[in-house]
């Protein structure tokens, strides 16, 4: 085995085991295959999401269910304007203050891989300003003494039955690199499925999968925003190109994305992206436009963002739509329509972009995608032409 084989080997197998977390959380959480996801992305890229939607919408039970499915230690609350510091984080010892000295009994906040914080918008100062320490540096600070706890929390899940109001919030709501909306389920099939799931399943999984996986598939990701990709070039030249320029257009039809977004957080996802899923060019082509809609802080940015992918990709949307054709016709087995199409979409005239340059990397990445197809189907046709010699 060379050595490229024996580094890409760890790589694969902790990709196919948290694929196999994915599939089986959408096996169990029927109907939310958004959040879903953006739990993967977030969890893979060390990341904390903020889930939006209506009670009784699975967002605990996705959450506790994920922690399960990897064997991490979970830890849950739900938040009030009552709630104190002391119910969250543990309360202060009592036998040994009677000794004259100050120790807290940190609860499982503390010790936990993934925390879940419902209603996290209702919580009081005290407990907000402990957050953002939490969430940012892994450290909580005991307001009694100012010591300094070290949490081992990997990715927080904040969720929320609508999104906050208060300017006071603003600074724990970007926290969150990404925001997803959920709601109930409005589709007989959905419904039937997970009805099924609820009652004809295991309730209990089993791990299949660790955060020795998510660790791997982190460490990978973060080197990989340093390094190349073939035809493609340096990784953090790929995202400035495919991303800034949307995030502009994003910032002047007033959605806010803040440089801690575009600069620290957005970057992660970006590569957490290709880690999960594949370092492809389909991948770095589709995962910007993918990411875009986890920024949104609004229902009705998200309306914003979905009609600026829409206005930004144009007929390169029609364009990628023909390249998805021509990938299912090669996979049924139809070798010359798929040729057409795919011949069909390299003639596409990159003259037509010299007003929207910043579509210029997507339009070569499906081109690329299609060369790298004809090349498969060309050599199909010399298999068949050698086998037809016989």
Partial sequence: MSDQKQIQNPIEIARERLKSVENALNSIVVGHEDFVKALMLSTVAGEHIVVIGPPGTAKSYAVRTFAQLLNAKFYSYLLTKFSSYDELFGTVDVTALAKGEFRRNWSKIVSSDFVFLDEIFKANSAILNALLSLLQERIIYDPMTGQAMPAQLWTAVGASNETPEDPELVALYDRFAIKVFIDYLNDDAALLRAIQARWLSAQ???????????????????????????????????????????????????????????????????????????????????????????????????????????????????????????????????????????????????????????????????????????????????????????
């Fill in 204 to 390: 209990n999984p089993k791990p299949v999968a660790s955060m020795d996986d998510i660790k791997t598939l982190n460490n990978f990701a973060l080197n990989l925003f340093r390094g190349k990709i073939k035809d493609l070039g340096d990784v953090w030249k790929i995202y400035h190109i495919n991303v800034v320029p949307m995030m502009k257009k994003l910032r002047e039809k007033g959605v806010l994305v803040s440089d801690r977004t575009i600069i620290e957080k957005l970057p992660k996802l970006f590569v957490a992206y290709l880690a999960l899923y594949g370092v492809t060019i389909d991948n770095v082509m589709n995962a910007p436009y993918d990411l875009m809609c986890y920024l949104a802080r609004t229902r009705e940015e998200l309306r914003e963002i979905k009609k600026a992918i829409d206005e930004l990709l144009g007929e390169i949307a029609e364009l990628a739509k023909k390249l998805e054709k021509a990938k299912e016709l090669l996979r049924s087995g139809n070798i010359q329509g798929a040729k057409s199409a795919i011949l069909d979409v390299l003639n596409y005239d990159v003259v037509k972009l010299e007003k929207t340059p910043w579509l210029k990397p997507r339009v070569e990445a499906i081109l690329a995608s299609a060369r790298q197809y004809l090349e498969t189907i060309e050599q199909i046709e010399e298999q068949i032409a050698r086998l037809a010699q016989y």
